[in-house]
């Protein structure tokens, strides 16, 4: 189960935010709000379609507020809900497959990063969407948001062995698609 304490502090969080306390508003934004965005733009590749995601995202958990319930942390709840709305946006344009996905930059990446890291980030980005949606949605949450396993499985509503399959699956398949390029980079053949 999710941190107790954890789970009662985003609760008098929520109630702060309910009772219309700015502060509580900035911290939780200032908290999750990056949190959001990243794991839309996992999903979905496109920077602008994330924003737009985790901006809805958010006015949902605004309007929760009155009635949040200490059941979950705010994150795992935000996680969810900017999970179901990249998956539905995902099934209206019929784009919810197991098929590849097409290569899209990962927009993390700073200029000021060193060129070497930037490659090397490409290459696991351009890996990533080439994986099956749930697959890197599973990578997504586990490694790059730092979400457990019982964590993920509750945002994505998977047991938590389907997402240790799916985890498995997906790295399975990053290494294969990342190997190759490291060894050509390393000149082995």
Same mark, same amino acid.
């Given at each position: ?46 920077t602008?379609l994330?924003?737009?995601?985790a901006?809805?995202?958010?006015l ?55 060129? +070497?890291?930037?490659? %090397?980030?490409?290459?696991?980005? !351009? *890996?990533?969407?080439? /994986?099956?949606? $749930?697959? #890197? ?13 019982? +964590?993920?499985?509750? %945002?994505?509503?998977?047991?938590? !062995? *389907?997402?240790?399959? /799916?985890?498995? $699956?997906? #790295? ?18």
């Amino acid at each position: 189960m999710q941190n107790l304490n954890e789970i009662k502090k985003d609760a008098a969080l929520m109630r702060a935010v309910a009772d219309g306390d700015q502060k509580a508003c900035r911290e939780i934004a200032n908290t999750y709000l990056d949190g959001s965005y990243r794991l839309a733009v996992r999903i979905l590749g496109d920077t602008s379609l994330a924003e737009d995601m985790a901006q809805e995202a958010f006015l949902k958990l605004w309007k929760q507020a009155p009635d949040w319930q200490a059941k979950a942390q705010i994150r795992t709840w935000l996680h969810r809900v900017t999970h179901n709305l990249c998956v539905d946006h995902l099934r209206k344009q019929n784009r919810f497959s197991d098929e590849e996905v097409p290569d899209i930059e990962d927009p993390a990446l700073g200029v000021v990063e060193i060129m +070497e890291q930037r490659q %090397i980030g490409d290459k696991v980005t !351009d *890996a990533l969407q080439k /994986l099956p949606p $749930r697959q #890197r949605i599973a990578i997504s949450l586990v490694y790059f948001e730092e979400c457990g396993n019982i +964590e993920a499985a509750e %945002i994505m509503g998977l047991s938590v !062995d *389907a997402v240790e399959s /799916l985890l498995a $699956r997906g #790295r399975r398949k990053l290494k294969d698609l990342l190997l190759p390029a490291r060894r050509l980079r390393d000149g082995e053949m």
